[in-house]
Each structure stands twice: as C-alpha cells, then as structure tokens.
C-alpha cells in the first residue's frame, strides 16, 4: 500500500543553520505531497504542499519540490530559527480509488533550534 | 473567527468506561476526520465522514465509535473495546474529501 518515509530525528540545529528533513513515498499514481507542521502540545498546520510532478510548495521560507523520479519531496529552510522548533510531518494523499484524499502521514521529525 | 475546536484538551477515563470526544467546525466543510497520534508515530486514520449522516471505518476504526448528525459536529467515543486508549487525538475538517485538512488542536487522553 501506499506509505511514506522520513528521516528520523531529532535534529538539533543552531539558529541560522540550513535545514533538509529527507521524506519519500511510495504510491500508485501521482498523489498530492505535504508538509505539516506541529508546535509543542497544538494540532497540526499545513505548511505546505504539491499536487503535481515538479511542483514546489513554500511557506514561511520552507520549501519541498515534488520530485516523481526520484519519489521525494524533501523539506528545506536556508537559516532555520529558534521559533522553527517542532514536530515536521510529511504525508500523501492518493488521487484514486477509496483512499482518493485521505492523508498518509510519515512518523514525523523532530527538530530543535537552538540559539 | 472559523476554526476547529476539541474539547476537552485532557481527558482522563479509567478502565472501562467509554468516553466522547467533542469536535466541532465552523468551516462550513463537508468532510470531517479523527486520527490517532502516538508518541513518535506519524497519524492513523479512525474514521472519516464525507457528508452529515454518512461516516466510513479508517485504518484503525475497532474500539471507536462516531456520529455525524449535523455538518458541525463529528463526535468520537471510545469504547472500552479499545484495548489502548491512552493517545492524543486529532479532529480534521476539509471542503470536500480531496481539499487540504485543517486540524484541531487535539484532546490527549489518558487511561487510568
């Protein structure tokens, strides 16, 4: 079945370092990729996402391309902050069948910022 | 201002008791959601609802129960079926089934 995959944590970075948090997927098709983001003991905030092959999602100074051959969609910041600190997901969302728009959710990445 | 809310934010239940979880948007969304996060684990899907009146299993629906009565409200009971209870839990509301979810922002519960 489909499924995601992202790299363990945590990742513990000082202010103004660059960020990648790697995540690859597995899927029938082409599914929508996204970012969530989840602050200490809150629900979760869509950071940002991709519908389509090539596709780059940005927020916040966040970005992910959506990479078909390579089945990626990598989180990356230039200079992370303190205020960056938190639980990073990545999930799918298949665009078929009896799934089409349910999330599928990695285990998440803890990142740490420190100043 | 439009948003999700879930109450209550702990919940503490003992041993077989069933208990409901509360979650209500006021998003005008169609489609409603419950996942179930555990500690280093990503989110799994209890159940889901794409309409008032109509709600389909997830991933991981047994011990669960759910109603969708009004477009508003998409409450979650936790049977004392449910062999590990003690998580937090997450609503979810989108316009329709493929649109971006907006989360709440969890109950955590905890089973004495």
């Known amino acids: 079945g489909d499924s995601v995959t992202q790299m363990e944590g945590p990742v513990t970075l000082s202010e103004e370092a660059c960020l990648t948090i790697?995540?690859?997927?597995?899927?029938?098709?082409?599914?929508?990729l996204f970012w969530y983001v989840q602050y200490p003991g809150e629900g979760l905030q869509l950071l940002l996402k991709a519908t389509k092959a090539d596709d780059k999602g940005s927020n916040k100074g966040f970005e992910a391309t959506y990479r078909k051959e390579t089945t990626s969609f990598h989180l990356e910041k230039g200079s992370v902050q303190v205020s960056d600190s938190a639980v990073y997901f990545c999930a799918l969302s298949p665009n078929y069948g009896g799934s089409q728009g349910n999330l599928i959710f990695g285990k998440g990445t803890k990142l740490s910022v420190k100043p | 201002d439009g948003g999700i809310t879930q109450s209550p934010k702990y919940l503490f239940r003992k041993e077989g008791q069933n208990v409901t979880l509360s979650c209500e948007q006021n998003?005008?969304?169609?489609?409603m959601y419950w996942y179930r996060q555990d500690p280093g684990q990503g989110l799994r899907l209890i159940y889901y609802s794409q309409i008032v009146n109509d709600f389909q299993k997830g991933d991981i629906a047994e011990g669960y129960s759910v109603s969708r009565e009004k477009k508003e409200s998409f409450p979650l009971t936790v049977t004392s079926a449910q062999k590990n209870p003690t998580a937090f839990y997450l609503c979810a509301s989108s316009s329709d089934r493929t649109s971006s979810k907006f989360f709440g922002p969890g109950t955590r519960l905890t089973v004495l």
């Open positions: 998003l005008n969304h169609d489609a």
């Open positions: 790697n995540c690859t997927y597995t899927a029938t098709g082409y599914p929508s």
